[in-house]
């Protein structure tokens, strides 16, 4: 029952990811892949357009994802499963929060938690550059795509806005395409 | 000017309807909105509750964003505000990402689309790298806490390793270690 297997992947998404969007990528990432609902180069275009689009980052992945795979239904079962459990869990925590933050435990763990997310998204970077990367490119595409990786760094670096950057990326990508630069794509 | 308990919710949902349909970005990005509809024009919290609402959102799973809904909705007008807020939060993408799921579909065979996405994907990277630099400024390094982001770096990107199972053991590692102060780490 994809609707069910939808929830119940998004909820557990959901109630793991600490810190928000791009730390929800490695458990989305995947979950996705191993239930081949998406492939990797698909997910990754995602990312970029849940960017560009307004609202939370991990809502718009959900959203896509669960209608991607299960249209209407699919989008409201994986957009309520990874919305459950934070409201679920404020609620109980909203009463007592000072007590909340102090907790030894609760801080003993974020003290885990906080270099462990560093790690994964590390670990997702990995597979995002392999679909910017891809072992099908050959010399003039990676170098092509170093280049534009270098300009899009350094502009993120300068604090230029990150819709910006992807629309930059994306007429780059269509003058080199036109070019005749990117044989493959 | 004194609201119903009804009146409060309704303007709650659409004030964070807005609030989601105008945040690029989510979490942090949605900070500023709350503090101008929220406590600066209603008056419903203060500051410094805002500091306070964005630490829990931190430690507690869940998008940030989400998180802050459902806490400011809570704080405002009880469990009922909390479901408006939440719900009005994430209902714009909701509605946004899923009428884009069609003509993503529709143009994604284009020559162009595909030729832009090759760029768009390379800018992802970029995106990505700059969350890890932030989150990685954030974090307090010492010697566990080196160990365990090098740990999960090669158990999930190398051995495919179960994240939430990675997840579950670094935060028993980091909270054992915090308890008896070992490699730097503190409570």
Redesign the interface.
Known sequence: MIFLQLFFTFF?I??????????????IQ?EVLSHGWMDL?QL??F??????????????LS??VG??TGG?PG?LCA?VG??L???V???L??KF??A??QN??????????????????????????A??FPASGGMVQWGL?AV??GG??LA??KKVH??L??L???????C???AGL?PG? | MELTKWGRCLTLFLKFCKI????????YA?IPLIRREIALREGWIEDKDLL?IL?????????????TA??VG??VAG?LG??VA?VG??L???L???A??FV?RQFEDL??V???????????????????VS??R????NV???V???????L???F?A???L???A??????????WKVGG?K?
């Open positions: 557990k959901g109630a793991f990811t600490f810190g928000g969007g791009y730390a929800m990528l490695p458990l995947q180069e990754v275009n990312v970029a357009v849940s960017e560009s689009t307004p609202g939370p980052l991990a809502v718009n959203t896509y209608a991607e209407l989008a957009t990874v919305v459990p934070s409201f869990i404020i609620l925590v909203a929060y000072e909340f933050q030894p435990i609760v801080k003993g763990c974020m003290n885990g938690l906080r270099p462990t997310v560093v790690g994964m998204i590390a670990a997702s970077l990995l597979s995002v550059g679909s910017a795509a534009l990786l899009v760094v993120h670096w990150p819709i950057l992807i930059g990326a994306a007429v780059v990508g269509i080199a395409g036109y990117l794509v | 989601g349909a105008f945040t690029f970005g989510g979490g949605m306070d630490a829990v959102s931190e430690s507690t799973p869940g998008p940030i964003a989400v998180n459902t806490f809570y704080r469990r909390a479901a939440t939060v994430v714009p993408s909701f946004i990402i899923f884009l799921s993503l020559a162009a595909r030729y832009a996405f090759w760029g768009i994907r390379v800018a992802v990277v970029a995106l990505v790298l700059g969350a890890l989150m990685a954030q974090c307090p390094w566990v806490s080196c365990l982001a090098a740990g999960a770096f090669v999930v990107g190398f495919g179960n994240s939430i990675v997840l579950v670094c935060a028993l590692i980091g909270l054992g270690a915090s308890r780490m409570l």
